[in-house]
């Protein structure tokens, strides 16, 4: 058999792929890799890869020790396999708790992407991508894959949000650091606050005139389903008075509010006292810095972020923000 029809044999199994989707389980073990110095390994898989070829220096490649993948490749390119397009990303597919699971799955760990069509312990650890061979995924027993276009969708959006989430200035990731500390001290906990912070879609930051320019003006958006926090007809105003009231009550009973009212109106005013408390200390922070000129908040629903403002106000990595605080 020459090497032109082994190569395209080769291409004609590899087709096969056409039939898998992005977030797809497949039951392919130690397929993700990675590369370190076997001089200075930072992992102990590099360590052991350099201890077991008995290199000192240079490249080493260390495959991760998982059992299962999940696919990252977007489900339209794999449409056609072809001598230039014969490469696929995967990702190694983490067993851990149900509740880092669900923090993966609510986009509270931006490297980790949940997969509840698997169960609920798994991840995908977007970290640790690889580009395989589409051939290497041939005749892989599948473990399933997003049942609903929305769970796709969901998946898309997290390996898309790690990737390209942008790196903030340090300046404002200080000014931001006492909002993110209240965060992960309150999130998950057994209390109205800490049952507000599981309800919250997402964080996203606006800065006006830009996140670039000197002392710029920030604003936090914080984020909710409209089943949680119901849009509000144009000529209804928010009375800051009671705001104002509930902020001085503290956070737990604004939580209450928020979590307690019926009514859509004392429902926002609740959520909006909350998102000021949680905000304050940043507040207090940029007043300080030479590097921020304002920090405020507003409460959105999903449908009251158009899709021009949500390109300008890119989501916040609960995790670091984007770099870690010292």
Known sequence: ???????????????????????????????????????????????????????????????????????????????????EENACLV?????????????????????????????????????LITTVERSVLVGAESRGGPHT?????????AVARYITRPALPNHINDVLVPFLKRVKDKHDKESPEGHCFDNLAEFRLEASPDIDAESPALSVLVLLEKADLPSLPRDVDLD???????VRQGHG??????????????????????????????????????GVGSVDVSVLNGDELSYARSRNAPVLDLQYLSTRPA
């Open 91 to 127: 990702a190694p597919v983490r067993r851990v708790e149900p509740e880092i699971a669900r923090q993966a799955l609510r986009g509270r760990l931006p490297r980790l992407a949940g997969l509840p069509w698997l169960d609920d312990q798994s991840v995908a650890d977007l970290s």
């Open 1 to 83: 058999m020459t090497q032109e029809v082994r190569y395209a044999g080769a291409l004609e199994r590899a087709a096969v792929v056409a039939t898998l989707i992005q977030g797809e389980v497949l039951a392919v073990a130690d397929a993700c890799v990675v590369i370190g110095d076997a001089a200075s390994p930072l992992s102990d898989e590099v360590a052991a890869a350099a201890a077991d070829s008995g290199m000192t220096e240079g490249l080493v490649i260390a495959p991760h020790a998982v059992d299962d993948i999940v696919l990252v490749t977007q489900t339209c390119d794999l449409q056609l396999t072809t001598s």
């Open 149 to 157: 276009p929305e769970q796709r969708l969901h998946f898309a959006d």
């Open 253 to 290: 009973r604004a939580a209450e509010a928020a979590l307690g009212s019926t009514d859509p109106l004392f429902k926002r005013e609740a959520w909006t006292a909350l998102a000021e408390l949680w905000i304050r200390p940043a507040v207090e922070k940029a007043a300080e810095s030479d």
């Open 240 to 246: 800051d008075e009671r705001i104002d009231a509930l």
